[in-house]
């Protein structure tokens, strides 16, 4: 597509529900990355993606988060048993990083997820 | 592992008047250096980019920065502020597949 498109754009639950928010990249992007925005916070990172193997999963903030990326496209973000401290906004971005060119990340408009 | 510092959560300016946002980094290998922004309710926009060779850079909206490797320093500068340059703005470092953000500063403007 044109742009990153992340769905859905908006996302309320209720504490314990599971959620899935995905990510579309740009086409022929092969790295794609998570990170979760708090209120009045920065960007934290979560997880990457290189193709769909991630390299460093090391940003996840517990158990209940997963990623994964099939075809070396789309990727979803799991968060299981929902906690209102999960309230965030998730944004995505992809690069077609290759290795010795820089790393520009195009960004998703993010999706607001609110846990009740 | 990389790391950046931005200086200052809020900066507030008249418009018209220079825009300074700080930004210090710390890398083990020659650093790529970015600043983006951020529009309410938008995803991340880049606003320009270091990557070698001039160390001052010129990004949209008439803003720039100036990599200083001796100060590891990478602010973003803009002679002269404008209404429409509210936003949050976000200074990152990259080392291969890897980037980091820092905290943001959110910019404010008043007329």
């Known amino acids: 597509g044109a742009g990153v498109s992340q769905s859905p754009s908006n996302k309320v639950t209720e504490k314990g529900k599971d959620v899935e928010l995905r990510c579309d990249p740009i086409?022929?992007?092969?790295?794609l990355y998570w990170y979760r925005q708090s209120l009045g916070q920065g960007l934290e990172f979560l997880i990457y993606?290189?193709?769909?193997?991630?390299?460093?999963k090391s940003g996840l903030p517990s158990d209940r988060f997963s990623a994964e990326r099939t075809g070396g496209s789309v990727s979803t973000l799991t968060i299981q048993r929902t906690q209102q401290e999960d309230s965030a906004v998730y944004l995505c971005?992809?690069?077609?990083?290759?290795?010795?060119?820089?790393?520009?990340?195009?960004f998703g408009a993010g999706t607001r997820l609110s846990v009740l | 592992a990389q790391s950046v510092t931005q200086l200052g959560s809020h900066v507030s300016v008249s418009e018209g008047a220079l825009v300074l946002l700080r930004c210090n980094y710390s890398?083990?290998?020659?650093?790529?250096l970015f600043w983006y922004v951020q529009y309410p309710n938008q995803g991340l926009q880049l606003l320009l980019k270091?990557?070698?060779?001039?160390?001052l850079v010129k990004g949209i909206n008439g803003f720039e920065a100036e990599f200083k490797k001796s100060e590891t320093s990478f602010h973003l500068t803009k002679p002269s502020a404008h209404m429409s340059d509210a936003a949050e703005y976000f200074c990152a470092v990259s080392e291969m597949c890897d980037m980091r953000f820092g905290a943001g500063t959110r910019l404010t403007v008043k007329p």
């Open positions: 993606f290189q193709g769909n193997s991630a390299p460093d």
């Open positions: 270091y990557t070698t060779g001039a160390t």
């Open positions: 971005a992809s690069s077609q990083w290759d290795r010795g060119r820089e790393n520009i990340q195009y």
């Open positions: 086409s022929g992007h092969t790295a």
């Open positions: 890398s083990s290998v020659p650093p790529y």
